[in-house]
């Protein structure tokens, strides 16, 4: 089973992801937030997962800084 996360500002969109992701067999939600911050402090709860989903529908995505992104890696070095 890939667990995933998923990170996206509007809540409706992070609902319908979550429940595609949820409707696969071989896929499962760990979390749904709405910043790397976020999906940075749930991981820390949760195991590590193995996939991070992050929208591109967001007009803010370059509010994702590399370092942010990068802390994601480093921190979980086995996530894509």
């Not at 996206?8 to 067999?25: M, N, P, V, Y």
């Not at 709405?34 to 195991?47: D, H, I, K, M």
């Amino acid at each position: 089973m890939v667990k995933v996360a998923i990170i996206d500002e509007d809540g409706q969109r992070r609902l319908d992801f979550k429940k595609f992701i949820d409707a696969q067999r071989e896929l499962k939600c760990a979390c749904v937030c709405a910043s790397v911050t976020e999906v940075l402090n749930e991981l820390g709860r949760n195991s590590a997962v193995q996939v991070v989903i992050i929208s591109i529908y967001d007009t803010s995505l370059n509010k994702y800084s590399p370092g942010q992104l990068r802390n994601i890696k480093e921190t979980y070095p086995g996530t894509e």
